[in-house]
């Protein structure tokens, strides 16, 4: 794209377009923008127009923006998993020489608002050039701010600050290497010094500034610099750092106690930019005591007496939460070193609990608001182990770290306070309610989580009189919606302490749970949801269930009316937590037909909406989870049901297809794939209309859909096998099988649509196959024999030997080319035999070698004897594992990330797991079937074998065989 007038007409008639509030014009020009992107040059010509003084500010912010995004997606592009996506092209070699000659000084005159997207831009530069493609940078930038110092111009100095800063915190953010250690010691070479000038200059200026307005940049740049400072001393203690430690700790700690009255008292955006400052020592502090202790040390008396004065005065303010948390988290990693006994004297205990602790517990008018107006922000930030970002947890954090030491006076001194809170809200329950919260918040922060469970347990009360006298009344009180921080707070403590809390008593209250499900506030009837979910999955020490369909039976209806009402709620129409609730009951309810209609009518309309704009990952997985463990539960005890949820649900499935819903495909695959697997043959016509579309390639573009696009295709091939030999079905099937397993990304899945064809088939059908599938197979074994690949051709092998027995196996293998089955066998079957994991996998691989070395002419013959030999040593191998790490248990439903999202990835349904079918469920004992198999063959051969298995089989497993043999009175002769 060449820059000329024509250029910067069309760039600046696009960028004004994109600003329109009409969606056509707008998309119109995102559309013509996204076209020139592809030309060389563009980005180059987006930033030339972003320094045409001519142009309005509000395009050229527009372009500013653009130009980021731009250099984020083709400075140095990803390959996409994608293969719908193009590959984006990356920008020149000598575009990027002409970006980087020319933005720097553009970012430093630009104003504020562009500067700071160029400085963002400028970042993404350094973060793949810098310094090693870029060394021209930090030099130039150091002079900038030099020149910028001296004339006090904190503008300046500030956008080079800021964009230092963004491109130093990767030494925050990355694992320490020699590249990594390089770079940074580059870095404080050339600017360490210059980083303590400017520092120090501007503490000089603060010392004479009074006036708000020159007082604020000023202020402004020390938080740079200190953030700065955090990104240069993360990895380890800089040289040049502890000889200037006094210098840069002595204005540390100024910064802590000194009051600036013009700024603090004027406005709550002055007194903000203050505390960020504060915030921002308190986090260098904390570093310094976590990684530099011995050499800090000296300075940590001081700092503790400042951060404990600055939170007398915080902890009173709800607007200071940041600068509140960064100072008692450095308080908390002083009171769990070696310093711990700054905070031994009673009255110090006393203090912390009366002055930081208990004012930062209570409730605020912010916590309110945020509990009324945000509910996801609230649950987020007081759930369990997410909230360590608020007051009040890092306020119970500090308590644990004291108690690390002083536990017997940190337990006492808490639970007097648990007892004088309770005390105010019994004297006035409607005014001093918050008490009480403040109570009950103190008990489950505090609470100690049993490693590797979910039990927990407190020295601070008696869990379970505390529970009658305390949180039974809430959970029993008939108004709803009567003081909801209070019922959620007790909701939260019967979610906790589910463990401990007995079975009867659980029972009992659950009822009570339910009601608050119909609780307005969306905070309470989440947690009433997540309360009956998380209440489903406690397990007693053997690992049952504790709570079974019987025990929700009696109310099962009334819970299920009840969840679907709560999403209908204004605002949790997609509330994951009822969703999951939702799921959890239906995996362990008892569902009748009057309970499956009504939930299938209830799932699909939910389905319906969500389809029409799929914004919540994490609600639509539970949604399908639910359909899915529906389905399941429902038809396993009324298989008739199966054609009522295809009534029911297949209209939605093909919403999904039809509009082009990408989001939800590969759990439309996968829920079609369920309802076929619970149907009989012949399947109705409707789904052999689906199997036509899966055959087509362009099905399978999507790498994200091929995980359950196999799913679906082993169901077509189990179901109706016979269907593969109309037309050119079975060489499409095997067209998809050579393009998945081409790929290393794939290779697997390829691998399953092949072993399902090879289990449903008889092999006259597939013999004229053989020999492509095998070339194949071949090719790709030369060109990757990555171990799971080879355990894959392992099993495929060993599956192809059960169903059409190994002379099939030995000819079709050596059609190919002759007497490529032995020299399989000899570099990849016998070595990777022993590889094989899972229980099915494991007696599918060893008996098929058996059979092989029993059974087949090819390893009898007694020139084959050493491979025979090696054969059986890997099968003993493979049966002689431990037994533990055979068993595979039954999981939960995984959580599913918060930060799960729509993509590439494939996210499996658990409720529509495909069953593990099982090629030789006549077997139990695949040792006994060995050891059997050997003693026929040596009955028929007698002497022969002990000699072969003595001079090829280890020693550790000729003892295992003869174990073997033993157990089932058997032997080798």
Not at 754 to 767: H, K, S
Not at 811 to 817: E, P, R, T
Request: glycine letters at 4%; one cysteine or more.
């Amino acid at each position: 794209m060449e820059w000329n007038a024509e250029t910067l007409q069309f760039l600046s008639q696009c960028f004004l377009h994109t600003l329109s509030p009409y969606p056509e014009p707008r998309r119109r020009a995102e559309s013509s923008l996204s076209d020139a992107s592809d030309r060389p040059n563009y980005g180059l010509a987006v930033l030339r127009l972003v320094a045409e003084l001519t142009v309005d500010e509000p395009i050229r912010q527009s372009a500013a923006v653009n130009f980021k995004n731009h250099l984020r997606s083709r400075w140095s592009p990803t390959p996409s998993d994608d293969s719908n996506l193009p590959t984006l092209a990356p920008i020149s070699e000598p575009e990027k020489e002409q970006i980087k000659a020319l933005i720097v000084n553009l970012m430093l005159s630009s104003a504020p608002k562009i500067q700071a997207q160029l400085s963002e831009a400028l970042a993404v530069i350094g973060k793949h050039d810098f310094p090693k493609s870029w060394p021209a940078l930090l030099p130039e930038l150091i002079s900038n701010l030099e020149k910028a110092g001296e004339i006090s111009d904190y503008v300046t100095v500030n956008g080079i600050l800021g964009t230092i800063n963004s491109i130093f915190k990767k030494f925050r953010f990355q694992y320490k290497t020699n590249d990594l250690l390089l770079d940074l010691k580059y870095c404080l070479d050339h600017f360490a010094s210059s980083l303590l000038k400017i520092f120090l200059r501007t503490t000089a200026l603060m010392n004479n500034v009074t006036d708000a307005v020159t007082l604020k940049p000023l202020i402004e740049s020390q938080r740079l610099c200190c953030r700065i400072f955090y990104s240069l001393n993360f990895q380890e203690l800089p040289e040049f750092f502890e000889d200037h430690m006094r210098e840069w700790m002595t204005e540390f700690q100024k910064y802590l106690t000194v009051r600036y009255p013009t700024l603090e008292d004027s406005s709550a955006d002055g007194l903000a930019l203050v505390d960020s400052l504060r915030s921002a020592v308190c986090e260098n502090i904390s570093l310094y005591m976590e990684k530099n202790e011995e050499e800090f040390q000296g300075f940590l008396g001081g700092f503790v007496d400042a951060v404990w004065s600055l939170l007398v005065s915080v902890s009173t303010n709800s607007s200071r939460e940041k600068l509140a948390v960064t100072a008692i988290k450095f308080l908390t990693t002083v009171s769990t070193s070696v310093h711990h006994t700054l905070f031994a004297r009673d009255d110090v205990l006393q203090q912390i609990c009366q002055s930081i602790v208990l004012p930062n517990v209570m409730l605020t008018d912010d916590d309110e608001e945020l509990f009324e107006m945000n509910y996801v922000e609230f649950i987020r930030r007081d759930m369990e182990g997410s909230d360590l970002d608020t007051r009040r947890r890092i306020a119970c954090e500090l308590l644990k770290g004291i108690a690390t030491n002083y536990k017997a006076k940190v337990t006492e001194m808490v639970a007097s306070q648990i007892q004088n809170s309770l005390s105010l809200f019994a004297q006035n329950p409607s005014s001093n309610w918050k008490h009480k919260d403040c109570a009950i918040y103190l008990v489950v922060s505090l609470a100690t989580k049993k490693a590797g469970g979910s039990s927990v347990s407190t020295d601070l009360v008696n869990v379970e009189s505390f529970f009658r006298d305390v949180i039974v009344p809430e959970l029993q009180g008939q108004d709803v919606n009567a003081f909801p921080m209070l019922k959620a707070g007790a909701l939260k403590f019967f979610t906790m302490f589910r463990n401990p809390i007995s079975k009867s008593i659980a029972i009992a209250l659950l009822p009570d749970v339910v009601r608050f499900l119909g609780s307005d506030s969306n905070v309470v009837h989440s947690y009433a949801a997540s309360c009956i979910e998380k209440l489903l999955l406690v397990k007693e020490d053997l690992g049952k269930a504790r709570y079974t369909s019987s025990d929700i039976s009696p109310f099962l209806l009334l819970l299920m009316t009840n969840l679907f009402s709560a999403l209908g709620k204004p605002d949790s129409e997609e509330n994951p937590y009822i969703m999951k609730s939702i799921m959890r009951v239906l995996a362990i309810a008892d569902i009748s037909t009057e309970v499956a209609s009504p939930c299938i009518s209830g799932l699909t309309s939910v389905l319906n909406k969500v389809c029409a704009n799929p914004k919540n990952p994490i609600f639509n997985h539970y949604l399908f989870e639910a359909v899915a463990v529906l389905v399941k539960r429902s038809c396993e005890k009324n298989p008739s049901l199966v054609s009522a949820f295809e009534v029911s649900l297949f209209p939605s499935l093909q919403m999904i297809l039809a509009n082009d819903v990408t989001e939800f495909f590969p759990y439309a695959f996968q829920l079609l794939s369920q309802l076929i697997e619970l149907n009989r043959p012949p399947l109705p016509q409707l789904y052999m209309q689906i199997f036509e579309i899966l055959l087509m390639p362009d099905s399978w573009k999507r790498s994200g859909n091929v995980p359950a696009l196999v799913r679906l295709l082993q169901a077509f091939l189990q179901k109706s096998p016979n269907e593969l030999n109309q037309g050119d079905r079975l060489s499409q099937v095997l067209g998809i099988f050579n393009k998945l397993v081409s790929s290393t990304s794939t290779n697997e899945q390829g691998f399953y649509v092949l072993n399902t064809v090879i289990e449903n088939l008889g092999y006259d059908v597939i013999a004229p196959y053989m020999g492509h599938v095998w070339t194949l197979l071949f090719t790709r074994l030369q060109s990757s024999r990555r171990v799971k690949f080879v355990k894959s051709f392992v099993i495929f092998m060993s599956l192809f030997l059960i169903k059409h027995g190994s002379q099939n196996l030995v000819n079709s293998m050596n059609s190919v080319q002759s007497n490529i089955f032995v020299a399989i066998l000899e570099q990849f079957w016998i070595n990777n035999l022993k590889l094989i994991t899972g229980p099915i996998e494991i007696k599918l691989t060893s008996v098929a070698a058996a059979r092989l070395i029993c059974e087949s002419p090819a390893l009898l013959d007694p020139s084959a004897s050493r491979l025979w030999g090696k054969m059986l040593d890997s099968i003993i191998t493979l049966l002689s594992r431990p037994e533990q790490e055979r068993i595979q248990e039954e999981a939960d439903v995984p959580d599913i990330s918060d930060n799960v999202g729509y993509g590439a990835t494939f996210v499996h349904l658990h409720n529509a797991g495909k069953k593990e079918d099982d090629p030789l469920k006549d077997i139990k004992d695949p040792k006994q079937f060995l050891v059997a198999s050997l003693a026929n063959l040596s009955a028929s051969s007698p002497g022969r074998f002990p000699q072969v298995i003595g001079e090829n089989v280890e020693a550790a497993n000729q003892t295992a065989l003869l174990q073997f043999c033993t157990s089932y009175n058997l032997t080798i002769v």
